[in-house]
Nanobody
Framework: QVQLVESGGGLVQAGGSLRLSCAAS????????MGWFRQAPGKEREFVAA????????SYADSVKGRFTISRDNAKNTQYLQMNSLKPEDTAVYYC?????????WGQGTQVTVSS
């Protein structure tokens, strides 16, 4: 059974930092993109960041560029999202994914709350 488990969410003041982790089990994703989406209350899920299988290519939403950094450790089947200079508008449930676009696996989500 494939599972993606996020951790690292929580409550932080504006300007602070958090590091999210997403550990995969049940299969290896070392040949696939991994990434993050988020969903704020009353809003649609939106793309945050993605990373290629070897980490050589990354992409970010304009709203997080320069503040968030995505990385991965294929030996641990884990990806990370370092979030710095957090803003109240970053408040959302963050979901990690892994696998091909035709059949992605998703985590259960972790809450990030940024207070002003």
């Amino acid at each position: 059974q494939v599972q993606l488990v996020e951790s690292g969410g929580g409550l932080v003041q504006a300007g602070g930092s958090l590091r999210l982790s997403c550990a995969a089990s049940g299969r290896t994703f070392s040949r696939f993109y991994m990434g993050w989406f988020r969903q704020a209350p009353g809003k649609e899920r939106e793309f945050v960041a993605a990373i290629s299988w070897n980490g050589g290519s990354t992409s970010y939403a304009d709203s997080v560029k320069g503040r968030f950094t995505i990385s991965r450790d294929n030996a641990k089947n884990t990806q990370y999202l370092q979030m710095n200079s957090l803003k109240p508008e970053d408040t959302a449930v963050y979901y990690c994914y892994a696998g091909p676009s035709s059949g992605r696996y998703w985590g259960q989500g972790t809450q990030v709350t940024v207070s002003s």
